[in-house]
């Protein structure tokens, strides 16, 4: 019995040894204790994994970063190269055979006519590459996809031909669509564009001399002039693809410009100085007839007349400010032969030690009826730049001038 129950030992012990095989040693087995889970698709993710998705995450972010700056570089490049294109079709053909070699060389011209697009691409290549050849082209262009980095390499390549070019063949000067500005009259110009909208308008007067787009602003009314400065501070913007057929597109409507002569002439000023060479009598009947007739019309034509003999009762402040802003030569020659009323509220408007001096150039001076024309035409514009500019009424100092000299006319008789 004994030696059986050894036995029956033996075997349970060597049952319980093999139960706990593979535990490490002074380790009881803990059968009763939770396990992690030992699927990674259960649980806990691993620090490894973990660390690997935010990696993954930064590298896609940078990637879109960079795809972002690849692209603004990209149509910075797009703007240049039509910049370069435009006017020389000595070039465009240059780089047209340099990219019909091989078809390497082909395929980066389809890639180009995909990145200018191909509204501005049929305009830049029309002349130089044959209808049927750029169709073909065409529809590559339109199944192609290229990577920003492609582009961008692609561009960079385009540019690098076009700065090579400006080195070697800088002589050649480029056509200029907007040539046709030079034989025109700023008087002309202003008719050229005074139906186009006020982007077009602010694109011809930035290439006009400052003074030259001063005069056809203040031919404007107030919100058109407002909208073309508006339109002139934002040039930049425009996009350099449509500078060349703004150019074209005026340069035909310029073949039908009337001569200087025609359009220089501007009515309402015209008829503005004829009232203010009329005499009283006269004046005022042409200004009640016109009333009659277009009251908007007598209106504008008050507003720009100034009578030069109404000098004395424009406020002194505004005169004051007139006739400093002239040279006193040309003062006193406009005042020359005036009445002294005249004479005397001219020359109170400088200052009192120079006073003693005009006196005595007024009474040696003797100028002759065009230099004194001339003069006063100084002093009929610098009115009506007050006018425009809103600090004088002339129809109010032409009212008060008209009532005034009636009342002296019925004194005298």
């Not at 934002?234 to 057929?245: G, N, T």
């Not at 039908?256 to 002439?265: E, N, Y």
Request: charged share 30%; proline share 5%; net charge negative.
């Amino acid at each position: 019995l004994l030696f059986f129950w050894v036995l029956w030992k033996l075997r349970k012990f060597k049952a319980i040894s093999t139960e706990q095989e593979g535990f490490p040693a002074l380790m009881p087995p803990q059968s009763e204790t939770p396990q992690l889970p030992s699927s990674p698709n259960q649980g806990f993710v691993s620090i490894a994994d973990s660390n690997a998705k935010l990696l993954a995450g930064h590298e896609n972010h940078e990637n879109q970063l960079n795809d972002a700056v690849l692209i603004a570089d990209n149509e910075r490049l797009i703007q240049e190269i039509i910049k370069q294109m435009i006017g020389r079709d000595d070039w465009k053909q240059e780089l047209v055979q340099e990219m019909s070699r091989d078809k390497q060389s082909m395929d980066m011209l389809t890639q180009l006519i995909a990145s200018l697009g191909m509204s501005t691409s049929r305009k830049l290549f029309s002349g130089t590459i044959p209808q049927n050849t750029y169709l073909d082209l065409e529809k590559l262009a339109e199944e192609a996809s290229s990577s920003p980095e492609e582009e961008n390499e692609m561009l960079k390549d385009i540019q690098k031909f076009f700065l090579t070019k400006q080195l070697t063949d800088p002589e050649q000067n480029k056509s200029n669509p907007f040539s046709f500005m030079d034989q025109l009259s700023t008087s002309q110009i202003g008719f050229l564009v005074k139906d186009e909208p006020a982007k077009i308008k602010a694109f011809i007067f930035g290439r006009l001399e400052s003074d030259e787009a001063a005069e056809l602003l203040r031919d404007l009314s107030k919100d058109e002039r407002t909208k073309v400065a508006l339109e002139l501070g934002k040039l930049h913007e425009l996009p350099l693809e449509l500078v060349e057929k703004i150019g074209y597109n005026l340069a035909e409507k310029a073949r039908h410009v009337p001569d200087d002569g025609t359009v220089g002439v501007d009515g309402i000023k015209f008829i503005a100085d004829v009232l203010g060479d009329l005499d009283n009598t006269t004046r005022q009947e042409l200004i009640n007839g016109l009333r009659t007739s277009d009251i908007k019309l007598s209106e504008n034509i008050e507003s720009h007349c100034f009578i030069f003999e109404s000098i004395p009762v424009v406020p002194k402040d505004i005169l004051l400010e007139v006739v400093r802003k002239l040279q006193p030569d040309d003062v006193i020659t406009a005042i020359s032969g005036t009445t002294s009323k005249i004479k005397e509220a001219a020359i109170m408007c400088f200052p009192e030690k120079s006073r003693p001096a005009l006196v005595s150039s007024l009474k040696t001076k003797s100028p002759d009826s065009d230099e004194v024309r001339a003069a006063r035409k100084l002093f009929v514009q610098s009115m009506r730049d007050m006018s425009d500019a809103g600090r004088l009424n002339l129809q109010e100092v032409n009212t008060k001038f008209t009532q005034e000299s009636s009342q002296t006319e019925s004194a005298e008789q």
